[in-house]
């Protein structure tokens, strides 16, 4: 069975640019997820989807968005890239909302350079 | 807000020896869970606690969660160098919340 997937694993784009990241999550899990993590910090909840709809969001400007298809994978979007952007974001899937049947699983991210 | 909030920050050890860390909040949760992370790498799952009090082991690693589900420890016994990695707690509430995590080094 495949894990958590997400692409691409690293990308460097320039300050104002707009970036999209993707993320398929376990068959069967309808839970998704969207973390940032700067170095050496835990981390930070973005969104949160549940059946393709948005249970969750944390404080993050407007210029995150994210969404969730069909088929459960879903994609962040950030325009006008800062350089605090920079950092290691993270999918992570869910069978059920909130990682309550026991957790969630991670994917191994994108790495994400602004400069 | 609910914050966690995670002792020691880092931690340097002698293979062999016995460590804890801690995870503490203000706030009850409904279930915490902890994670290593290991460089370039997503956190993988260790083990969810659910019940306050409740103690489970897993090889090497015991964890509690306090019996007001406001705080837990993970308590390794004769470290190894494969324990090296990011400890991560994560708390179930009104979110889903990650505490700074304690960065664990075991020495050869």
């Known amino acids: 069975d495949a894990g958590v997937t997400q692409s691409p694993t690293h990308l460097i784009k320039t300050r104002g640019q707009h970036v999209t990241l993707r993320c398929s999550p376990i068959s069967g899990h309808k839970s998704v997820s969207w973390y940032q993590q700067v170095l050496g910090q835990g981390p930070q909840f973005i969104f949160q989807y549940y059946e393709k709809e948005e249970r969750g969001r944390g404080n993050f400007p407007d210029r995150f968005s994210a969404r969730q298809f069909p088929n459960y994978s879903s994609e962040l979007n950030v325009n006008a890239l800062l350089l605090g952007d920079s950092a290691l974001y993270l999918c992570?899937?869910?069978?059920?909302?909130?990682?309550?049947?026991?957790?969630?699983?991670f994917g191994s991210g994108t790495r994400l350079t602004v400069v | 807000t609910q914050l966690l909030e995670q002792s020691p920050q880092f931690l340097s050890i002698q293979e062999g020896e016995n460590l804890t860390v801690y995870c503490n909040s203000s706030s009850v949760f409904s279930s915490l869970q902890w994670y290593r992370q290991e460089p370039g790498e997503g956190p993988v799952l260790l083990v969810t606690v659910v019940t306050g009090g409740e103690v489970k082991k897993l090889k090497r690693l015991t964890f509690q969660f306090g019996d007001a589900r406001k705080d837990s420890s993970l308590h390794i016994t004769a470290a190894q160098p494969g324990d090296t990695g990011l400890y991560l707690c994560?708390?179930?509430?009104?979110?889903?919340?990650f505490g700074p995590g304690t960065r664990l080094s075991v020495l050869p």
């Open positions: 994560a708390g179930a509430g009104q979110n889903f919340v």
């Open positions: 992570a899937s869910s069978l059920v909302i909130w990682g309550y049947d026991g957790g969630y699983t």
